[in-house]
């Protein structure tokens, strides 16, 4: 049951908000609304809420403003704000704030709120199983190469390293880990220490690489095993990252 607070001081768009996901499915909750930021932190303080779905600008306390008090206290609790165009510079700011995803108020469907929650809920799901394997062997955290990953971006790392070989971009692996384009691209830049498509063009030419040097397999054909559909760029770009061809390298 993923537990949701409603937070939005027009009240004709609250209750339309509260009716459409209490009708959705049966997997979704919630627990209260309120119509502005300081009703709707007291009450997170008292309920818990797995998700807060909050407007952008409210009286009292705005969305962003309750964003970073609530990630002070209850971290690892989703925010997804409420905006309309007019505002949507002002919502991009919130993605640094630890905000999961915002949402156009003109453009939001039934669909759309339930495909938004049934990711979340999937992601919840997944961490919570991934916690249990960590309490079990005794880690609080999962490292890799002796550094410490968030979830996200540790299964964003699992992803590339099954699936290097498919297209990839920035859109399909954020949906992948469910957070919006964005927030992956800055998370991963500050964890990782490098942008997400350095990271994974080094990746596939390291892949390159270990093939070049250790098999028989044709360039074009080593292209196609490291994702590259185009041998031409392919080879551009192993140059540019060796300082010598594929063809070059072999020998």
């Known amino acids: 049951m993923l537990n ?8 004709p768009i609250r209750d339309w908000v509260v009716y459409t996901i209490s009708n959705i499915s049966k997997e979704f909750n919630v627990l209260a609304s309120a119509s ?4 709707a932190y007291d009450l997170a303080i008292k ?3 797995q998700v807060i779905i909050s407007d952008i600008k409210m009286p009292i306390m705005d969305g962003i403003e309750l964003t970073k008090q609530i990630k002070k206290i ?7 704000l409420l905006t309309n165009y007019a505002e949507f510079s002002y919502a991009k700011q919130a993605i640094s704030c630890g905000v999961y995803e915002y949402l156009v108020k003109s453009e939001i469907r039934p669909k759309e709120l339930k495909e938004l929650l049934e990711g979340i809920n999937k992601n919840i799901k997944f961490e919570n199983q991934e916690q249990l394997f960590v309490d079990k062997i005794g880690e609080k955290n999962i490292q890799t190469n002796s550094k410490v990953y968030s979830k996200a971006i540790e299964k964003a790392m699992k992803y590339i390293d099954s699936n290097y070989k498919e297209h990839i971009s920035l859109g399909s692996i954020s949906k992948y880990v469910y957070l919006s384009p964005e927030y992956f691209s800055r998370l991963f830049k500050e964890e990782v220490g490098e942008n997400f498509i350095t990271y994974l063009t080094l990746y596939r030419m390291k892949k390159a690489e270990y093939l070049i040097k250790n098999t028989d397999m044709k360039i074009s054909q080593i292209s196609n095993e490291v994702g590259y559909s185009n041998s031409g760029y392919f080879s551009k770009s192993y140059k540019k990252y060796k300082g010598v061809s594929p063809d070059e390298d072999r020998y």
């Open 4 to 11: 949701i607070l409603i937070v939005e001081d027009e009240a």
């Open 36 to 39: 502005n930021g300081k009703e």
């Open 47 to 49: 309920l818990k809420p």
């Open 74 to 80: 209850m971290p690892e609790t989703i925010v997804v």
